[in-house]
């Protein structure tokens, strides 16, 4: 676990991303601006896990605001650019049971899937919001990592339903994550995106085709643009979010302060300067231009429209097939690259998963692949992970 | 040439709610010390989430009402992004694409006429926190942060100084009779647009904004001022006149230029995802219309009917519990003149005597009304009222008990008067002597001995009358 993480508690179960607040324990969501600070409350998740009885084993590294590819730029982490999703390897050699982690760009089920784990991004509005160290609030969500589809759909109830403290957050007080029958159902492979995987993903993919078949579920192919026009809507909507929401990260109340200013001005511009990672100043300008006067009409606000056009077209699809199922990364494995590279391969990776982020549908890595499904359709999902794990047996 | 001003008013209002506008802390008089009223939420820590207080959506829907203006039922927030240390999260949530209110109305009086001024459109944002300034320090007080404010936008409408003061007493009056706002120093604070043009011409000249004033008075001077400036350099050329943004220095009288840096941003307005928009269904509407205080126009008008006078309107207006007192002791069949008096006069004295208000709720229209009708069908005079209101708000005395317990309600007729006088004449030869050798002091000494046999009953007109006419006989 001390590789992944800070130790909070040696007997604890279940680790949680940095991106979430636990009360007293330091919180940094992987950036050197929020160093030293000290969060007052537990993200609403945290404490129902503990109400639970579960035990906080410790908080993961992530990559600064969730992100870079798999965690891979994490100021808190002892090697920048090498670390592969702290949480996701946590559980994958056994430290823990499960870990929470908060899907916003992809980041989360990337790591999951190169670690060989399951990670469920659910429906958007499920889970509580509260205590999140939030970049894109109108898609991020705080999801589960585990390494069955049973472990995710336990700890999904637990930390799922309504909290009055999230505006955001759906009425529904509980949700029925229990896997459902995959026999009978018809998903669909989206062809042109595993056009684009490596050799290693493609087999990945095949043999999640071979244990859907024997599991007597009808696989067909079908082309899909959706996913690149819902990765460029996603990229100005996510940046510019963050962008809006990390400005609140000023060196004047909390976090990083550069020792050096001579005024307010210099303040701001030295203690950002020096806070900020390249990639989390990449996606400030970025979302900063796309939130410009001149640039809104053509940017954000046609993202928005982009955004209604592409959940129209998703739920016909989702009328003809149960779910889709794609690559969770193109590339199968990590190799260490600067981070001054690092806005344009997410962007390129994150093709395979935005979508879901865009629209707030649920979306599963699992066996080093990924299934999408209409919204609140987790069991369905968790059911096609079940037959998945069998891998044709 | 003659020149007509054009002017345009932005007026922000705080709120009376008891919580701030996306998070429980107390509104900001509840503080005593800076950082008082504070939150992970309103100080803009990770993790928070706004909350929205329904109250500020009643009240701002009520204020449209108010105003005459379109409800939107389907309403949105947006955040305004710009970093400045009383900014806790670098961005306010305010409302650009669909604000609450649309389209208003709101007829102004003054010397030159009564004319209709348009409202935009209401808007419900957050206020911000505020710096104090120390030697080399500045200090962040976030207790006025999420303080809920409503700004009322109007057209181009104002066409006198006058006209724009008499347009914020109004709403000083309205907001403070509906439970809106308590208005008081600060709570109020207008941006105002000006241009002028030659008289008739139908096109705007170069308008400039002056940011961020409180006091009508410096509102009223501002204008004046600015006016002037403008009329100065389209008549003699004095200057170019430029779209800007000023500030208006109460010292000088003057207005100042601000810094392009401050005025040129880029506020990058997008809507607030943590914010679902707000539906207003008919039902709530109702609601609110129902629970909507009679306008204060209306009321204007029933109170002169009544021979009230202006200021006396003002004040009864300037503070709902008071023109509710009022409502409250006609609807129990007082006269509304007198009972205006009774209130304005007696009441206000004795209350503030006592170091109490009208908030404190000693004086109930139960029993104001009770004094006020013994007084008016004579069972006690009116001196004797107001030895009863005294004891109701220093004792808590019951009227009816008091004046029976105190002997006050004894109906006296003039030979009751005149049987207590004869006695006090026969019981001070003396006195009587004296007064009649000149000495008039001693009248003073007879009146006294009949009104303390009386115990404050009887006109004391009357009595003097009466003790005159039997001193000079």
């Excluded at chain 2, 030659?198 to 001022?225: C, D, H, L, W």
Aim: one cysteine or more.
């Amino acid at each position: 676990m001390n590789k992944f993480a800070v130790t909070i508690n040696g007997q604890g179960t279940i680790a949680v991303d940095d991106t979430l607040l636990i009360q007293d324990a330091p919180a940094t969501a992987g950036s050197r601006m929020l160093e030293g600070f000290t969060p007052l409350f537990s993200a609403e998740v945290v404490d129902r896990l503990q109400q639970k009885g579960y035990q906080i084993a410790g908080k993961t590294h992530v990559g600064e605001f969730g992100l870079d590819l798999v965690g891979e730029f994490s100021y808190t982490a002892p090697q920048q650019g090498t670390l592969q999703g702290a949480a996701a390897l946590a559980v994958a050699e056994g430290d823990v049971q499960a870990a929470l982690g908060v899907d916003m760009n992809g980041a989360t089920r990337r790591a999951a899937a190169l670690a060989g784990v399951d990670f469920l991004k659910p429906t958007y509005g499920t889970v509580s919001r509260y205590g999140v160290i939030s970049c894109a609030a109108s898609g991020e969500q705080v999801g589960v990592y585990a390494k069955t589809a049973q472990d995710v759909a336990k700890i999904m109830t637990d930390i799922a339903g309504h909290d009055p403290k999230d505006g955001t957050c759906l009425k529904t007080e509980t949700y029925d994550y229990t896997p459902a029958k995959a026999e009978g159902k018809t998903v669909a492979v989206v062809k042109n995106l595993v056009a684009k995987a490596d050799d290693g993903v493609k087999a990945k993919v095949q043999a999640a085709v071979t244990a859907l078949q024997a599991a007597g579920v009808t696989v067909v192919e079908i082309d899909c643009d959706l996913f690149a026009l819902a990765n460029t809507a996603w990229q100005i909507l996510m940046c510019a979010e963050t962008c809006n929401n990390v400005s609140r990260y000023d060196g004047v109340k909390y976090g990083h302060r550069a020792a050096n200013y001579k005024n307010i001005d210099e303040l701001y511009v030295n203690s950002r300067t020096e806070g900020f990672n390249f990639l989390t100043k990449a996606v400030i300008l970025y979302g900063s231009d796309v939130l410009s006067k001149n640039r809104y009409k053509d940017c954000y606000d046609k993202s928005l429209r982009v955004r209604r056009v592409v959940r129209e077209a998703v739920t016909k699809l989702f009328g003809q097939y149960d779910a889709l199922l794609t690559p969770a990364t193109f590339a199968d494995g990590y190799q260490a690259y600067e981070v001054t590279e690092a806005f344009g391969k997410v962007f390129t990776e994150s093709e395979c998963t935005a979508l879901a982020n865009l629209i707030g549908t649920p979306a599963l890595a699992t066996q080093g692949v990924q299934l999408f499904g209409k919204a609140f359709d987790e069991a369905g999902l968790l059911g096609l992970a079940v037959a998945l794990e069998k891998k044709g047996e | 040439m003659k020149y007509e001003l054009v002017i345009g008013l932005e007026t922000h209002v705080e709120l009376s709610t008891e919580s701030k506008i996306f998070c429980s802390c107390g509104g900001h008089s509840a503080a005593n010390e800076p950082n008082d009223c504070v939150c992970p939420a309103c100080s803009g820590m990770p993790g928070m989430l706004p909350i929205m207080n329904k109250r500020v959506v009643e009240l701002a829907v009520t204020a449209g009402l108010m105003l005459n203006c379109e409800i939107n039922r389907y309403t949105t927030f947006d955040k305004k992004n710009y970093y400045y240390p009383d900014l806790p999260c670098a961005y306010q949530i305010t409302q650009i694409n669909h604000p609450i209110c649309v389209n208003g109305l709101v007829n102004v009086k003054t010397s030159q006429g009564a004319r209709d001024i348009r409202i935009k459109q209401i808007h419900m944002e957050e206020d911000a926190g505020k710096l104090v300034h120390s030697g080399n320090s500045s200090f962040v007080d976030f207790n006025r942060t999420s303080v809920p404010l409503i700004e009322i936008v109007t057209q181009p409408d104002f066409r006198s100084a006058e006209e724009v003061v008499t347009y914020l007493n109004k709403l000083k009056s309205m907001f403070r009779s509906g439970g809106i706002s308590e208005c008081e120093e600060g709570a109020m604070r207008c941006d105002v647009n000006i241009s002028v043009r030659p008289e008739g011409s139908e096109e705007f000249g170069v308008r400039t904004e002056i940011k961020n004033m409180s006091s009508f008075e410096a509102i009223e001077k501002a204008i004046q001022y600015e006016s002037q400036r403008h009329m100065d350099a389209l008549e003699y050329g004095t200057e170019e006149l430029v779209q800007e943004t000023r500030r208006f220095d109460d010292v000088s009288g003057k207005t100042f230029a601000m810094r392009n840096k401050e005025t040129e941003a880029d506020y990058r307005y997008f809507p607030d995802a943590n914010l679902m928009p707000i539906v207003i269904d008919d039902a709530w509407l109702e609601q609110i219309k129902a629970d909507k205080p009679v306008a204060v126009d209306e009321k204007a008008e029933e109170y002169m009917a009544a021979g009230i006078s202006q200021k006396e309107i003002d004040l009864l207006l300037s503070d709902g519990k008071i023109s509710k007192l009022l409502d409250d002791t006609v609807a129990l069949g007082c006269d509304m003149k007198d009972s205006a008096t009774w209130i304005l006069t007696d009441c206000a004295g004795v209350l503030s005597k006592a170091g109490k208000s009208f908030a404190d709720g000693v004086v109930t229209a139960q029993n104001l009304s009770v004094i006020i009708k013994m007084v008016a069908d004579g069972t006690i005079n009116r001196n004797a009222g107001k030895k009863v209101l005294i004891a109701v708000v220093e004792q808590g005395a019951d009227p009816a008990a008091y004046c029976k317990e105190q002997g006050l309600d004894r109906k006296v007729d003039a030979s009751a008067i005149e049987a207590v006088i004869d006695g006090v004449l026969a019981a001070n030869p003396k006195a009587v002597e004296d007064v009649k050798g000149g000495k008039l002091k001693a009248m003073g000494a007879l009146f006294g001995a009949c009104m303390k046999e009386l115990k404050g009953a009887g006109d004391p007109a009357v009595i003097k009358q009466l003790l005159e006419q039997k001193l000079a006989q």
